[in-house]
């Protein structure tokens, strides 16, 4: 993991990014301010399929800062769990404190404040996929938002997250790709329950069932026309429930198709399988088509990705 040390801190970043260059472009770059002491942690890295995931230990009260850089994608949000001690995280003018087996959303490219008083386990989930669905848009609303822990589903979140931070070490990478997509699913589950109930209640339904509709047809034609003719609206109707969520319906489609071709080609179980059937199987025919959507997307080619995610993380690392 590379550290630097600052006359204001440590700057730490690699704990979630196994790319993560020297200085500050990386992801997953903080900087921790520790009272004059020399920071000291134990960093254990996971990977969950397409989530990153690390176990950060201490004994020292510590602040963590956000940095600024331009490699944080935007909409990227991390889900911290607190496994012993107590933090508190400040962002979107909230402040929220946590206890064990309490989690929060927070979004790391929007400024960030997160403190832990004294001894600390802390189980932090890098969450990527976010942006390629409309409903994520609400995440803002819940960031730092301590208020979300009373839902039933956040309840149910939370357990699983603990469960999942125990097993972690003992998880092979074809239960952890699962569990990935679990947590993902999880998360999702919460927002849709956050954002009830609201002024547009009936569009928000329906904007659900249009959603899952797309989901469960991905690998069919499915163009506006046909979309609003399944839940008996207007083309027009459709697209404007689609403004309402900042992106055209064609380009949730396009995403939610990249976004599964993505987990396939992170999934182990599926490599034999080339890139282009893997594409093929989620609408995306054309091969070279699907190549620049993908680099578009991700900025990757996806035999980049498909060699980078599915390569094995790192040891333990523990900074002195």
């Known amino acids: 993991m590379p550290y630097e040390q600052r006359p204001d801190g440590t700057l730490v970043y690699g704990y979630l990014d196994p790319a993560a260059r020297p200085g500050t472009h990386a992801s997953d770059a903080v900087l921790v301010r520790d009272e004059g002491q020399v920071y000291q942690a134990e960093m254990r890295p996971y990977r969950f399929g397409l989530l990153g995931a690390c176990e950060i230990a201490g004994e020292q009260r510590v602040r963590v800062n956000s940095l600024r850089s331009t490699a944080v994608p935007e909409g990227e949000h991390l889900l911290g769990l607190v496994r012993y001690g107590h933090a508190w995280l400040e962002q979107d003018g909230r402040l929220a404190s946590l206890s064990p087996g309490e989690f929060t959303l927070y979004c790391g490219s929007r400024p960030f404040r997160l ?36 839902l ?98 064609s380009d ?17 179980a599926l490599a034999g399988l080339p890139a282009q059937a893997v594409a093929g199987r989620w609408g995306i025919k054309d091969p070279s088509h699907f190549s620049k959507l993908f680099r578009a997307e991700y900025g990757i080619s996806p035999r980049e990705f498909r060699r980078e995610a599915t390569a094995s993380p790192g040891e333990i690392v523990r900074h002195r």
Do not use: W
């Not at 600390?120 to 989930?125: A, K, M, Q």
């Not at 927002?191 to 047809?217: F, M, N, T, Y």
């Open 115 to 150: 403190e832990f008083d004294g001894p600390y386990r802390y189980f932090l989930i890098r969450i990527a996929a976010i942006p390629a669905d409309p409903l994520f848009g609400t995440a803002r609303g819940v960031t730092a938002n301590h208020e979300i822990l009373r």
């Open 152 to 249: 039933p589903s956040a309840r149910i979140l939370a357990a699983m997250l603990m469960e999942l931070a125990d097993q972690a070490p003992e998880l092979g990478p074809l239960a952890g790709h699962e569990l990935g997509h679990h947590v993902t699913a999880m998360l999702r589950t919460v927002l849709c329950e956050s954002s009830r109930p609201g002024p547009a209640g009936e569009g928000v339904s329906l904007l659900e069932r249009i959603l899952d509709h797309i989901d469960r047809h991905l690998g069919d034609d499915l163009l506006p026309g046909t979309i609003a003719a399944a839940h008996h609206v207007s083309v027009r109707y459709l697209h404007k429930l689609f403004e309402q969520q900042g992106r055209p319906v």
């Open 252 to 268: 949730h489609v396009r995403s939610r198709r990249l976004d599964r071709i993505r987990q396939d080609l992170a999934d182990p």
